[in-house]
């Protein structure tokens, strides 16, 4: 049984950071690219950043360009949000997805192409 479990949320003031965690089990990790997606209240669920098996590939969603980093630790089955100078418009839950790449090195940005799907965790920033 594959299995996301995401940490690390919370609730913090504006341009402080956050790092979330989403560690893996039940699946090989190393042939999955992995990603973050989040959802705010009455909105539609947006590509945060992603990253490719080896990690040597990443992209992100505009909104988060040049504030967020997206890594993963190969022998932890883990992959990290480094979340910094945050806004009260980065206020939604964030999930942990995973897409089996194989020996492909892209990362997809489209929701539907992510097969598995954290619990989610609630990130709230005040101003």
């Known amino acids: 049984q594959v299995q996301l479990v995401e940490s690390g949320g919370g609730l913090v003031q504006a341009g402080n950071s956050l790092r979330l965690s989403c560690a893996a089990s039940g699946l090989t990790f190393s042939p999955y690219a992995m990603a973050w997606f989040r959802q705010a209240p009455g909105q539609d669920r947006e590509f945060v950043g992603g990253i490719s098996t080896s990690g040597g590939s990443t992209s992100y969603g505009d909104s988060v360009k040049g504030r967020f980093t997206i890594s993963r630790d190969n022998a932890k089955n883990t992959v990290y949000l480094q979340m910094n100078t945050l806004k009260p418009e980065d206020t939604a839950v964030y999930y942990c997805?995973?897409?089996?790449?194989?020996?492909?090195?892209?990362?997809?940005?489209?929701?539907?192409?992510?097969?598995?799907w954290g619990q989610g965790t609630q990130v709230s920033v005040s101003s």
């Open positions: 997805a995973a897409d089996f790449r194989g020996l492909q090195s892209n990362v997809r940005v489209a929701e539907s192409q992510y097969t598995y």
